[in-house]
């Protein structure tokens, strides 16, 4: 099981130290560092410039959010940052959800998600291959635009650029079974959201698929401390705003994702308090149990223990989030 370094999106502004981390982490022999995007700072950017200050370590995006740009720009991205880091991309895509799609980007979600997926997806794996003019007539993508609303003078294009490696690792976000199945088949890897070492079969239909060199790689926030009860308090704030913020109730994906797994009378619970305004409440709703079981949070000795349940499973990738220096080495120490 490889390590990775999550280093999510920015908050206010920069996130100081990030850089810092990034470099250490390459130091460690981590395999990879990844940014996010929510709705401030974008994932190509700072990942750029993590890019422009380490040599060998792997730089993914966790995730790309496929409303913010057309499949082909999201492509050129991708090409341009393989180019300039001599191979390193990968290329993680979500969806998002409503509240963001709508919210943010003010484009339609799409009512048919996974069709919108294997869509976003053709294009970019179209323009990777560069075999041949980008040509697709879907639902959702069109290439060239074929709309009433358009002038009808588009023609196919092969990207001018010529991408360093048709195989560059396109990985997705995914949380529904369909979702993971359809991922497994299209996609070079999984990012889930909420990983639980003692709930593996729940994904094992949905991974029926999955082919040899298949990467799933979970993040989770691993905290090296003395007091677990301590530890897990921004584990559970992380899950409390995006069980109960980040979609309507009758479509959220990431309670969702905490009902099946077990906790659906908790779930439902964390999105009242959360739209009554009772943030706080909300937070400390969120079990122990649950955010113990997607983290690894406590003194050495029992991050040691429980990590060898992550090792027994399917995970190729653990993904650490919010870590401090000290954390990251005792995680290399013990894994690598």
Request: net charge neutral; glycine share 10%.
């Amino acid at each position: 099981m490889r390590l990775g370094l999550a280093l999510g999106h920015w908050g206010r502004g920069p996130t100081p130290g990030h850089l810092d981390l990034a470099r250490e982490a390459e130091r460690l022999g981590y395999d990879s560092v990844w940014t996010a995007e929510a709705w401030g700072s974008d994932a190509f950017t700072p990942l750029t410039w993590i890019a422009a200050h380490t040599s060998r370590i792997r730089l993914g995006t966790a995730i790309a959010q496929m409303a913010a740009r057309t499949p082909t720009a999201t492509a050129m991205h991708a090409l341009t940052l393989d180019h300039l880091s001599g191979g390193r991309m990968m290329l993680g895509l979500g969806l998002s959800g409503p509240q963001v799609v709508e919210g943010w980007y003010g484009r339609p979600f799409p009512a048919s998600p996974l069709t919108a997926t294997r869509e976003y997806v053709e294009v970019i794996r179209q323009v990777l291959r560069r075999e041949a003019p980008v040509e697709v007539d879907g639902r959702y993508h069109c290439h060239p635009h074929r709309g009433e609303d358009g002038t009808g003078l588009g023609k196919p294009l092969k990207s001018i650029t010529h991408p360093l490696r048709a195989t560059l690792p396109v990985l997705l976000g995914a949380e529904g079974p369909k979702n993971i199945a359809q991922t497994s088949r299209i996609a070079d890897g999984w990012l889930p959201l909420y990983w639980s070492p003692l709930r593996t079969d729940m994904h094992k239909d949905s991974l029926a698929e999955v082919r040899d060199g298949f990467m799933i790689a979970p993040m989770a926030r691993v905290q090296v401390c003395d007091d677990v009860s301590e530890g897990l308090l921004p584990v559970k704030a992380t899950l409390g705003f995006h069980i109960g913020g980040t979609g309507p109730s009758a479509r959220n994906f990431h309670a969702d994702l905490m009902a099946r797994m077990g906790y659906e009378s908790e779930a439902r619970q964390i999105q009242r308090l959360f739209a009554q305004g009772r943030r706080q409440e909300a937070v400390l709703a969120v079990p122990d149990a649950f955010a113990d079981e997607v983290s690894l949070v406590g003194p050495r000795e029992r991050i040691a223990e429980r990590l060898e349940l992550w090792r027994s499973g399917p995970v190729t990738d653990l993904l650490l989030t919010s870590p401090d220096l000290h954390t990251m080495r005792v995680l290399a120490e013990l894994a690598l």
